[in-house]
């Protein structure tokens, strides 16, 4: 089952035994919440009320769930993506 928290804009994937949760930051990029016991989305959304709101800063960015190539980072990317005119690097944004 998947449920979404607009408030705190946030997903929760859950299976019997487990759940995944992610949030979006205030500039949309996904953030890790929680991965593993079941738990509900109140339960989901108290944990992410419980970290950190944005990048901690320094060379890691540290909790970004799905990083793309392009700004300040510096490791390996989850996602590349390459247009047409050559640009390689995006911003992620939230459209609901």
Do not use: K, N
């Not at 929760?12 to 890790?32: I, N, W």
């Not at 800063?57 to 190539?69: F, L």
């Not at 300040?72 to 005119?85: E, K």
Request: hydrophobic share 40%.
């Amino acid at each position: 089952m998947i449920t979404y928290d607009s408030a705190a804009r946030l997903w929760l994937l859950r299976t019997p035994g487990t759940s995944y949760a992610f949030r979006l930051d205030a500039d949309d990029v996904p953030r890790h919440v929680h991965w593993g016991r079941p738990l509900s989305p109140e339960q989901a959304v108290a944990v992410a009320a419980d970290l950190p709101a944005e990048d901690p800063g320094g060379d890691d960015p540290g909790g970004e769930e799905y990083a793309v190539e392009g700004g300040l980072r510096f490791g390996a990317p989850s996602l590349t993506v390459r247009f047409p005119d050559g640009v390689r690097g995006f911003a992620w944004r939230f459209v609901s």
